[in-house]
Structures are given as structure tokens and as C-alpha cells.
């Protein structure tokens, strides 16, 4: 006859005379070592993916294990399928990331969700599984009135009535490690409490935790890298809302009739004090288009005419370049500048009426001459310009025409006046003798 197995858990059961020589192997085998799998053994889930547990009878299999431990590092939630029978299993859900995973009977079943960092204990009821312990991570929670450092797993209630403390985080914390610390007695508004981060970062800060809102509770987990901060407002009966403290009020809705507000815009100041609705008033999107952004130097009207130009539309200004489309008079006189060429550089952009006493061989250069399809025009006064000759080549790649084609001959000890234009950006110049050997 074949041994046969329980149905739950998988074990053999001799059948009386099968095993002759052979019963100290099943038993060791298919017993006592598959037992204590049972009762203290671990099966540990790494990759990331749904998973139903191996159910081998009278060998080692993943569903007779007596602790499920998930580590795995990911975000979407995963299921764990194990088989539809009476069975209690210790759930770690020691995930590196932020997925929760539903342990669920073949069928499946609707399961339990454990999230991430949380510890509980399910059981089968005939129908499904429940959590039957554990829950909130398996936290277990004592009362402090002075410094203290916390485990993991442990809620620490604090009556910082009799003045400020601290309760320290656990030293070298583990994946899904979590402490919850809970405002007992509303005096966190008074004497804040200080969480000390006891070596590791809280939210990814190297700075220990002030909890000053009365009535609060925090949690704090684990994640590998750092303490994360999840925080809860009247979570044990303490009020959210103080009678002196500036606070922030979301989704409330207030009585105005049955309450006293100040700074309140009454009903019946619309019209009288205060202007009524008119559609065309100015709305934010105005601004910086049909309407001036506001400005502390904006102009008002004491400045025009005194600080501040009239507004004309023909007004010329003096730093852009200006078209005009009717015939300017400039005055009586129009002055031009004169300007001493101080090395050999005829720089267009400080006039155009130069002058340049020849001291050696000279070749001139030119700057900031206009682009193609604008003139450009000087005259220069040269004095002793054959003595030795000055060289009229201007820059490279330029040439200086004359009239018929013949440069003029300059004078050795005397005064020459010239004048020189071009049109195609200083590539031709053309030259013009206004004056020989002057006196």
C-alpha cells in the first residue's frame, strides 16, 4: 500500500507494515522536517510578479511555510495565492519600495491587503482569508512623559505636559521599520516634542523632527534610505482647529449668518461703499496686456511735463535709429565734429571730418564703416601726407579708386584735404581732391 498524506498540511501517513526498514526516513522526511517547516519555517518572495506558493505533499513546498516574507522592490500591488484551506500565516510585507500585497486563497478569493511595512497574521474562515492580528504593522504602544528610545514596531503615547523631550528613533533601522509617536495629552502646541533621528535622515534631512501640533500623531517608516513622515491631525481626539493658532481650513464650510467674521465684505456694502460686479473689470489676465504691470516708478500725472516728456508719437530719440518721413530743419547751424586721428585708425563711428599729420609711413584703417547698400563718407586733412607717402589701402581687401584713376600727388610740407565715400561696405572707396598744398 502507498503512504498517503493529511490534506492540510500535507504529512505522511504510514499504513501499518509499509515501511519496514524505511519508517525512520519518512518519518524524519515527510514528518518531523515538513512540521517544522510548518510550525517556524519562512518563505521569502523576491521577485517582482504575482505568485501562487508551491503545494508539494510529503515534500518541502512554499504554502506549508509558517511566515510569508515579500521583498521585493516595487509599486504595483501584488497577489499571493495560497491554497483555500484552514491555514494561519504570519504576513511580512518587508517590500524596499511601495507595493502592497493581498494574500488570497486558489479560486481566488478577495484576500488581504497588507501594505507596505506592515506585519499581520491571517487565517483561513471557511470562505477566505482575514487578518486576525497585526494590524497598523503590529504596532504595540507605550506612554512617556520623559526622553525615550523607541523600537520598532512600538507606539510611544507623549504627555509633554511637564515640558519638552525627546524620543529617539531606533539606532540602524531595518526596511519597514515604523515608530508612531501620538500627542496623548494635546501639548504638543506648548512643549513641542523633538523626534531624534538617532543617526539616520528624516525625509531625506539630516535634522531631527519638532512636532508642534496639538492632537497629532506621526508615523514614521523605514524605507532603506530614510525615515518617511506620515502625519495625522486629530487622530486621537485632539483638535484640529485651535482658538489661537493660524491654521489653514480645507473643505469647510462655514455659516456666515451664524457666525461672527471679521474682515468680511457685508452683503450690504456692495453698491454703496463698494463698487457693484461689472464684467468689465480688470481680471488678472489684463495685466502686462491692455493694462500696465503695477510699478512703484510708474508716472503720474504731476511728473509729465516736469520730470517726464510729454507723450508724442513723433518724438526722436537719440539712441535708435530714426526714419524720417518729412523734411527736417536742423536750425541755423549743424556742427560736426572734428577728430584727431590718433594712431592710423579712421574710426567712422566718432564723425566724419578727420585729421592726421604724417609723421613716417603710413597705411590708415577703417572701422564701423556701413553695411552694403548705406554710404559711408569722411573727409581727411593731411598734413605732409609725401613725406614719406601715405598708403590709401584702408583695410584689407579694400581698394581706393580716383579720378582718372590717378592718386594725386601729396604734398611733402603742406596741407592736403581729401574726401572719400563707398556704398558696398568699405570694399570700393571712391577718393576726391578737395585741396592741394594748402596753406
Same mark, same amino acid.
Given at each position: ?6 490534506? *492540510? ?60 516574507? +515579500? ?116 501639548? +504638543? ?160 563711428? *566718432? ?77 570700393? +572707396? ?10
Amino acid at each position: 500500500m502507498t503512504t498517503g498524506n493529511t490534506t *492540510l498540511l500535507g504529512l505522511a501517513l504510514p499504513v501499518e507494515g509499509e515501511l519496514d526498514g524505511a519508517w525512520g526516513d519518512i518519518v524524519n522526511d515527510s514528518i518531523t522536517s515538513l512540521l517544522d517547516s510548518a510550525i517556524a519555517g519562512t518563505t521569502t518572495l523576491s521577485v517582482d510578479s504575482d505568485v501562487t506558493l508551491s503545494t508539494t505533499s510529503l515534500a518541502a513546498n512554499e504554502a506549508r511555510q509558517a511566515v510569508i516574507r +515579500w521583498n521585493a522592490n516595487g509599486t504595483v500591488t501584488r497577489n499571493i495565492t495560497v491554497p483555500a484551506q484552514s491555514k494561519t500565516y504570519v504576513i511580512i510585507n518587508d517590500t524596499a519600495g511601495t507595493q502592497d500585497i493581498v494574500i488570497r486563497g486558489a479560486g481566488p478569493t478577495t484576500g488581504v491587503t497588507v501594505a507596505a511595512g506592515e506585519r499581520t497574521i491571517v487565517a483561513w474562515t471557511g470562505s477566505d482569508f482575514e487578518s486576525v492580528g497585526g494590524g497598523a504593522g503590529g504596532i504595540a504602544y507605550v506612554y512617556q512623559t520623559t526622553n525615550y528610545t523607541a523600537s520598532s514596531a512600538e507606539g510611544v503615547l507623549t504627555n509633554t505636559s511637564g515640558g519638552v523631550f525627546t524620543v529617539t528613533l531606533p539606532a540602524a533601522p531595518s526596511v519597514g521599520d515604523q515608530v508612531v509617536v501620538a500627542d496623548s495629552a494635546g501639548s +504638543w502646541g506648548t512643549n513641542n516634542l523633538t523626534v531624534g533621528r538617532n543617526g539616520s535622515t528624516i525625509s531625506g534631512s539630516a535634522t531631527d523632527l519638532t512636532c508642534d501640533i496639538e492632537g497629532a500623531s506621526v508615523q514614521l517608516v523605514y524605507d532603506g534610505t530614510t525615515w518617511n513622515v506620515f502625519a495625522q491631525v486629530g487622530g486621537n481626539g485632539g483638535a484640529a482647529v485651535t482658538l489661537d493658532g493660524v491654521q489653514t481650513l480645507t473643505n469647510k464650510t462655514i455659516d456666515y449668518a451664524s457666525n461672527t467674521l471679521t474682515g468680511v465684505l457685508p452683503t450690504s456694502a456692495i453698491g454703496v461703499t463698494v463698487q457693484a460686479y461689472d464684467a468689465t473689470l480688470l481680471n488678472d489676465a489684463d495685466i502686462g496686456v491692455t493694462v500696465q504691470g503695477y510699478d512703484a516708478t510708474i508716472v503720474v500725472d504731476a511728473d509729465i511735463g516736469s520730470t517726464v516728456q510729454a507723450y508724442d508719437a513723433d518724438t526722436t530719440k537719440n539712441d535708435i535709429a530714426n526714419t524720417f518721413t518729412a523734411t527736417q530743419t536742423f536750425g541755423t547751424s549743424v556742427v560736426e565734429t572734428k577728430v584727431a586721428i590718433a594712431a592710423a585708425e579712421i574710426d567712422l563711428a *566718432l564723425g566724419n571730418y578727420f585729421t592726421k599729420s604724417s609723421v613716417g609711413t603710413l597705411t590708415l584703417t577703417l572701422t564701423n564703416e556701413a553695411a552694403t547698400g548705406s554710404v559711408s563718407a569722411f573727409v581727411l586733412e593731411l598734413a605732409n601726407g609725401a613725406s614719406p607717402a601715405v598708403t590709401f589701402t584702408f583695410n584689407a581687401g579694400s581698394t581706393v579708386t580716383w579720378s582718372a584713376a590717378t592718386a594725386p600727388t601729396l604734398t611733402a610740407s603742406g596741407t592736403d584735404v581729401l574726401a572719400f565715400f563707398t556704398h558696398d561696405g568699405g570694399t570700393t +572707396w571712391r577718393g576726391f581732391v578737395l585741396g592741394l598744398g594748402m596753406a
